[in-house]
């Protein structure tokens, strides 16, 4: 099972650059499977760049620092 709270501490790191352009991340689920739900908010959500923050940014950041972790998506609106 994934720690929470090291995929809180791996937002932490990718938070203040999204928030420079007006957007933020907010974790809403961790599977058993490593699949991590992130609804992206402010400016970022609905960027035609959101799908590319997802997989680039903060899939790849939070692959890196938490061990588990399989791939990002975003959540249902």
């Known amino acids: ?3 929470r709270n090291l995929v809180e501490e791996a937002l ?3 938070r203040p650059v999204l928030q420079n352009d007006g ?3 907010k974790l809403v689920d961790v599977d058993s499977e490593g699949v991590v739900t992130v609804e992206l908010q402010g400016a970022c959500k ?3 760049m959101s799908q590319l923050t997802l997989s680039n940014g903060v899939e790849r950041i ?3 620092r938490v ?3 399989t791939r990002v998506i975003p959540a249902e609106l």
Do not use: A, F, H
Request: aromatic content about 0%; hydrophobic content about 40%.
């Open 1 to 3: 099972m994934i720690d």
């Open 12 to 14: 932490e790191v990718i």
């Open 23 to 25: 957007g933020d991340v």
């Open 46 to 48: 609905g960027c035609p």
């Open 62 to 64: 939070l692959k890196e």
């Open 67 to 69: 061990p588990g972790v």
